[in-house]
């Protein structure tokens, strides 16, 4: 079982800048996919951020140029830098760990933070 705690979250302002943590209960990045999502109200969520074992990242449209994803193994922990924020990416955001193993898919989720941009 992989527990997953995020922090970090709050109000900022347009065109400022923010940083999520994502702490896992383990070891797990060598073997995890570590994403990122986020769901605003009304809407479905959102996967935007990806880190793979190997060290690959991925990022949707609306976030590339803006966000980073890192991790730290030695503290077990995926990091979200978001800057240029937009009161568009008002959301709760949520950190993920998946792996698929043969047929098997494994998915833990975090709690949420929640991140509001406005003036």
């Known amino acids: 079982q992989v527990q997953l705690v995020e922090s970090g979250g709050g109000l900022v302002q347009p065109g400022g800048s923010l940083r999520l943590s994502c702490a896992a209960s383990g070891s797990i990045f060598s073997i995890y996919n570590m994403n990122w999502y986020r769901q605003a109200p009304g809407t479905q969520r959102e996967k935007f951020a990806t880190v793979t074992p190997g060290g690959t990242t991925n990022y949707a449209d609306s976030v590339k140029g803006r966000f980073i994803i890192a991790r730290d193994g030695a503290k077990n922990t995926v990091y979200l830098h978001m800057n240029t924020l937009k009161p568009e990416d008002t959301a709760v955001y949520y950190c993920?760990?998946?792996?698929?193993?043969?047929?098997?898919?494994?998915?833990?989720w975090g709690q949420g933070t929640q991140v509001i941009v406005s003036s």
């Open positions: 993920n760990a998946g792996r698929r193993v043969g047929v098997n898919t494994y998915v833990y």
